[in-house]
């Protein structure tokens, strides 16, 4: 095709721009870890999503994020112990915050519709204390 004139290929290029559908809207999620709790939306809607994190606490904190897969729970997982990580279909990211401090880094996924992701924290406040996760620091987030 001969385009003749600088009208004609800014109407190609106006309709050609036109009838690329428009991008998904990204949702933004803040989570905010403390001791031992993470305040979070309970269920989450599919699609492209960034998560960022607060550690609104005094101790030093992580946020784990995973998809377990279909059918398995975050009860089962921290049941399994160290094992309980079979029951994880993807892990996403960790991000962690020292005590009133805001991750500079974001972490973008892709929810999948149906799918159940988990957040915990790993972390130890001392030699030999129990790992936050233990104390209650998971949560579950459904996708819609």
């Known amino acids: 095709m001969r385009v ?16 690329t559908p428009p991008a998904a809207p990204v949702h933004e999620v803040p989570i905010t870890g403390a001791e031992y709790t993470f305040v979070h939306p309970d269920t989450l809607a599919s699609g492209p999503t960034v998560f960022r994190f607060v550690n609104a606490g005094k101790v030093r904190h992580e946020m784990s994020l995973g998809r377990l897969k279909p059918g398995a729970t975050l009860a089962q997982s921290l049941a399994a112990g160290p094992k309980g990580g079979v029951l994880f279909e993807s892990w996403a990211a960790i991000l962690v915050a020292d005590p009133g401090d805001t991750v500079p880094g974001r972490v973008f996924i892709d929810l999948v519709p149906g799918a159940t992701y988990v957040l915990w924290c790993s972390f130890h406040d001392s030699a030999g204390a129990p790992a936050h996760a233990a104390l209650g620091m998971t949560a579950s987030l459904a996708v819609k």
Do not use: D, K, Y
């Open 4 to 19: 003749r004139s600088p009208r004609m290929l800014l109407a190609l290029v106006t309709s050609v721009a036109g009838c």
